[in-house]
């Protein structure tokens, strides 16, 4: 069974991540901790000295850290993005292609299924920040930009 | 018709595999019913009164002859022998094993259908104007558009776990066949300076907050779609109410923020996201386009039919519509039949309107959000042909938009939220109207069932609608006029005090009386009671 799961080159994360209220304050923060109703958006300014974010899902159906994640990667973040709480094998490819690229389950993953999930689907409808060209980026290979 | 090409099958596919792992995960004892719930509502599988149902998605309402036979093979092999046609232009199946769905999946799979998104908190199938391609009154066929969002909403990764369900529309009509504006986010094909783009509505919907949804951008051209809607759900995600499920739909959100300030944000939103080139190129839109181009239609044919045969005539002016293809008709086929389950068709039934549609139709056929079939593509010269097959498996019943033209959701006969039988109702309310000339005296009306709020039987747009209510441990129903899903459209007013289930039948009957007394030349029921407003009605009812 797997507790931590990344998929970054570098080492995880350890310094304990502040909460999105105190980070505003702690001026050498370097990780934070974002709960469902903070806007990830006020992080962007301070993007720069930030080498850990972690999205905290208290219950697997509240999809708003989804949007979190994307709306970091898509401003340019590329330290550590880490969810944590009730997050299900079942969502890794859903979170993987919003930009997660850690994993800290509340219970513990069969390394089994997430293989079995990572490996399933060959294609992908949207285009997200997880770099994986859409179908219609394969179908249309001379027309697409980036 | 689209057709998949590689990688849509690939991941059909991959869902097939994927859920019957899931299925075997589940039946092995390794998930919980509880961990197993959200991974089965994601693919339409719910749990309800008696059994399973499962929900398989067409999306538009648009399938061919090979695809109708496979949803007949699976009523005759999985089901009691036949289905149910839905108001989202789906098809449901009530009595299905667990350990039969991914089976079921996999058969659906080589047909190139599936049943991803028919629930849960996603964006569901895609609604479309049931006449698309068709109809001479449209700027463009809505279905590419349709489609083009179908691929993009499926499995989007940011929009799985939405606040609540969530329903998208798309019409290029002026004559609303589709409720768009009774959607999540409906969209009208119009044409400005001789190119179509989409205009926006936001904020519709049904339920125990009815709303008729506001206009949010007059014109997002077709370069900008995806990403102008992608921006429209993230506001959603993001600040949609996800503390009461009974407001955590958006037209709550859009009505707390305003349309104003919530078309702010979107727009705020899509300034961001248009820089990321998440649209696709217009190449993809024309390929798409490429597979809804008109078929080959003859040309010199009649436009006269024999209308000697007097049933035949009747069923030719009630359910057939103008086509845009001179020598051309469009044919309605009401799952209305008298004392009939509104939206069910046996599987021998629906093996005849495939025959059909190969047959006569160019192997095409619409399912429509009245549950009601379409023939789009009939040469005038063989509907005789046609309705007398249809007559032969009681699929005849010339009664569009009329008053036995019920819609009804299944109520408590099959649904664990009911609060009365809507099915019943229905079958008295057409017996009660039988004669079919006095249905076609009272000319267009719209009448719609419900059994609990959440209004599955769309009763807020019925020019009358019903909803069961649970009076005390008794079945009761509130009895509504003046509602409207059409481009018109308008949200029902409650009459008063509800009825019992014969008081209801009775209502309507009273309510029908106060029109015909009431109406002028060529008023139909919702005109006439905008006209002279409640108070007759209620005075019929009440006084
Ligand atoms: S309206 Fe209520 S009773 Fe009818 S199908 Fe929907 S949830 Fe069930």
Redesign the pocket.
């Known amino acids: 069974m797997v507790d931590f799961l990344s998929f970054r080159d570098d080492e995880p994360g350890q310094e304990p991540a502040v909460t999105f209220e105190a980070f505003a304050g702690q001026t050498n923060a370097t990780a934070v901790r974002i709960e469902p109703g903070d806007d990830a958006r006020a992080l962007l300014p301070s993007l720069d000295r930030i080498s850990l974010v972690e999205v905290n899902f208290p219950v697997f159906g509240d999809g708003r850290g989804y949007s979190a994640a994307r709306i970091l990667r898509e401003a340019g973040y590329t330290g550590e993005l880490r969810a944590v709480g009730d997050v299900l094998v079942d969502q890794i490819v859903a979170m993987r292609r919003c930009g997660f690229d850690s994993f800290r389950p509340d219970h513990p993953f069969d390394q089994t299924a997430v293989d079995a999930a990572l490996a399933r689907y060959a294609d992908v409808y949207q285009k997200t920040v997880d770099g994986r060209a859409p179908v219609w980026a394969k179908r249309h290979p001379e027309t697409t930009h980036g | 018709m689209y057709r998949y090409d590689q990688y849509d099958q690939s991941i059909v596919e991959a869902r097939v595999a994927e859920f019957r792992d899931q299925t075997a995960r589940r039946l092995s004892g390794a998930l919980t019913e509880d961990q197993f719930k959200p991974l089965r509502l994601t693919n339409g599988l719910y749990l309800q009164l008696h059994a399973y149902m499962l929900r398989v998605a067409i999306p538009y309402g648009t399938l061919s002859g090979r695809q109708m036979r496979m949803l007949a093979h699976i009523a005759r092999k999985y089901d009691r022998d036949y289905g149910h046609f839905t108001t989202r232009q789906n098809i449901q199946y009530n009595w299905i094993k667990l350990e039969d769905a991914p089976d079921i999946l996999a058969e659906l799979a080589t047909v190139e259908m599936h049943a991803i998104q028919t629930s849960g908190n996603c964006i569901r199938n895609i609604s479309s104007d049931q006449y698309a391609g068709v109809s001479a009154d449209e700027v463009a066929d809505p279905r590419p558009w349709a489609e083009l969002l179908r691929q993009w909403s499926s499995f989007h990764p940011e929009f799985s776990y939405l606040p609540r369900k969530f329903k998208i529309a798309v019409i290029a009509s002026p004559e609303d066949r589709a409720a768009m504006r009774l959607h999540d986010i409906g969209i009208e094909l119009v044409q400005r300076d001789g190119v179509v783009g989409a205009r926006v509505f936001a904020g519709g919907g049904m339920g125990r907050t009815p709303m008729v949804a506001p206009e949010i951008r007059d014109f997002v051209p077709e370069s900008d779609l995806i990403s102008y809607v992608e921006a429209a759900l993230r506001v959603y995600n993001r600040y949609g109410r996800r503390d009461n499920k009974y407001k955590a739909r958006i037209k709550i959100l859009v009505h707390e923020l305003g349309a104003d300030e919530y078309r702010r944000q979107v727009e705020e939103e899509f300034a961001a996201m248009k820089q990321l080139g998440l649209d696709p190129p217009t190449a993809e839109l024309d390929r798409i386009r490429g597979y809804f181009a008109d078929p080959a239609y003859e040309s010199g044919l009649p436009d006269s039919v024999d209308r000697s045969d007097p049933a035949f005539a009747l069923w030719i002016d009630q359910n057939v519509k103008a086509h845009k293809q001179p020598g051309y008709a469009i044919v309605n086929i009401s799952l209305k039949p008298a004392g009939g389950i509104p939206g069910d068709a046996s599987s021998a039934q629906i093996d005849l309107v495939a025959d059909l549609a190969e047959r006569y139709s160019m192997d095409e056929l619409r399912v429509t959000h009245a549950q009601n079939l379409v023939l789009p593509y009939v040469r005038k010269a063989d509907l005789f042909a046609i309705w007398q097959a249809l007559d032969d498996v009681g699929l005849a019943e010339a009664n569009l938009d009329l008053i036995s033209d019920i819609i009804a ?4 006969d099959y ?1 664990s ?3 009365a039988r ?1 099915i019943t109702v229905a079958q008295k309310i057409a017996n009660r109207f039988a004669d079919p000339a006095r249905q076609r005296d009272l000319g267009e009306l719209k009448l719609k069932i ?8 769309h009763h807020h747009a019925g020019h009358i609608g019903i909803l ?1 209510v649970d009076r005390k441990g008794v079945e009761n129903y509130q009895l509504s006029l003046g509602g409207s899903g059409a481009e018109d459209a308008s949200l029902g007013a409650i009459t008063g005090p509800g009825f019992d289930e014969n008081g209801i039948v009775d209502a309507v009957e009273k309510v029908t009386d106060i029109y015909v007394r009431e109406r002028t030349a060529g008023e139909r029921f919702l005109d006439t009671y905008r006209r002279i407003g409640m108070k007759p009605f209620k005075e019929a009812l009440y006084g």
């Open positions: 959701c299944p109520g408590l649904c939220l009911a609060n809507s419900s059994g609990c709020i959440n209004a599955c039987g069961g």
